[in-house]
């Protein structure tokens, strides 16, 4: 378990290294909905998404001599760009381990920010044995994506700046994958004002964690086919499981298409890129899941923003 | 002639009846120039550009008899939308005229605030005698687009709260069309920081203001095919000009290329969706054509972000 204190000491820890991105409000977007919605930029972060957060509290929290021998991650997406460029912020080196078949752009960005890339076969090499055997070999610490206290209470910040900055919500919603996200800002909202009603959002065929809570037990699922690849997990972490547990008032679960609209909306009419996951709690919103009065104040954690262009080109074509 | 007051009374009679629009930094721009960028963001203003300021600065000044009888503007672009939205804000009303073939977006978005939208030919008819004409029938009061001080204070509003936000800036680069926000803006800036250097960006076949300052009299060209559509303007206004021959270090030009380049730029990177228009003083800097040490701080107003999504499609999918 983590605390408001973990949340508070990682936020003194970030600051001025990244960004205190911006809460932005939308007219249209409240009009369509019938909330006042405030929207928490981390699209708009460094490395262009909230994943930084938690990667670069790790890395402060590492020894000296720990950050001289480096990190170890293995994702395909915004993790590792936020661990890349966090061991460069800190002098340290990072080795990612990735799919063979990984986007090039986010091969390229990782690589942009310094980190070396390991790629494992997804049909015949199991990617956490890799980055375990490189952990034993080289000495370097593993960067877990979300189960890891110093990643939950990074990505706990979110909620904290967003607070500061909105004093009062009624409800809070955020993406769920893993639920390192979640568990650090579900933990500092609990601690702030236990009256904010926290949401998590899972794409209707990645419903790992809804499943969970209705069992009251850790459930795996399929790999989902939805294209919010950052919430495509199969199942809730071991430490954020129980965290959700607890401060939770349940998942809402949207389809791809309200995903798409979604994007659209905020692109469109808020100005604002978010890739798809970036997009599922403003989806929740608009697609009337959220059980509160017309009027209430509602945080939403725009969680990230990197898209592929040519993706993004084709969500502008449907309509 | 405005001077800094008028602005400051502008921000005054804005302040809480629009965005504070945020300033947003983003490191791989600045790593790109090597110039330390500040983004004044009107994209996220409402009805998404700067327009709104100058327009409902100008509602607000007239009597409350005036705005009873409500007000008359001639655009197909952002002014329209901020003329519509400001009237509506006022309880006014407005009647905005726009050629048959406006695009479809832009038309829906103008009766979206309410405003009645009366038509003209653009191959057999003179929009400035049709709005004359309602003017005169109507006693609606006209809305310029630029030539006007009130609508040119408003504009400067932009400046003054970059400012706030921003003590230091070694320039200021705005787009330049008929060269109202910059008039505001320089006025505003050079009140507080003389040693701040405006530069205004024009397209390069967009170069009215360009081939006017040069020969240091207002000069006219042909219709120009530039994609910054807001800035398409054929000559600076009478009342602009002498503020921007006064102010202007100089006016940059960049190629519709550029202009591309800055807005797939500010997207994919930034998460910023801003149109051609928007992009231009990204692009002056992105391109080089800024006349200033490495390490200078630059202000860059980002002045709309209104873009058709098949437009916006086309521009992701050229590389």
Redesign the interface.
């Given at each position: 378990m983590i605390t408001l204190d973990d949340v508070r000491a990682a936020a003194r820890r970030l600051r001025d290294r990244i960004?205190r991105t911006?809460v932005?409000?939308c007219?249209s977007f409240d009009e369509a909905t019938g909330y006042s919605v405030f929207f928490k930029?981390e699209?708009?972060q460094?490395a262009?998404s909230f994943k930084i957060r938690g990667a670069l509290n790790k890395l402060l929290l590492l020894s000296e001599s720990e950050r001289a021998r480096g990190v170890v991650a293995f994702s395909s997406g915004n993790h590792a760009q936020g661990v890349a460029l966090a061991a460069r912020m800190v002098g340290s080196s990072a080795v990612i381990v990735m799919p063979s078949d990984a986007p090039r752009l986010k091969l390229a960005a990782t690589r942009g920010y310094g980190a070396e890339v390991v790629f494992y076969d997804r049909q015949t090499e199991d990617r956490e044995a890799i980055a375990r055997r490189l952990v034993a070999e080289s000495g370097r610490a593993l960067v877990p994506p979300y189960d890891d206290p110093a990643i939950m209470a990074g990505q706990g910040t979110a909620a904290l700046e967003l607070m500061e900055d909105v004093p009062v919500l009624d409800a809070l919603l955020t993406p769920v994958g893993g639920g390192g996200l979640m568990a650090g800002c579900s933990t500092a909202v609990k601690a702030v004002d236990r009256a904010t009603r926290l949401f998590g959002v899972e794409a209707e065929t990645a419903n790992d964690t809804w499943l969970s809570l209705q069992k009251g037990e850790r459930v795996a699922i399929p790999p989902p086919p939805t294209i919010a690849d950052g919430i495509r997990n199969l199942s809730p972490g071991e430490l954020t499981f129980p965290i959700l547990q607890k401060n939770l008032e349940g998942i809402l679960l949207i389809s791809d298409e309200d995903i798409v609209g979604a994007l659209?909306f905020l692109?469109?009419r808020?100005?604002?890129?978010?890739e798809p996951t970036g997009a599922v709690s403003a989806a929740a919103v608009l697609a009337g899941t959220l059980p509160l009065p017309r009027g209430s104040r509602v945080g939403v954690i725009l969680s990230g923003?990197n898209?592929d262009?040519?993706i993004?080109?084709g969500f502008?074509?449907e309509?």
């Open positions: 960004h911006p932005i409000t007219r930029c699209n708009l460094r262009g659209r692109l469109l808020a100005k604002l890129l978010v923003g898209v262009p040519a993004l080109a502008l074509k309509s």
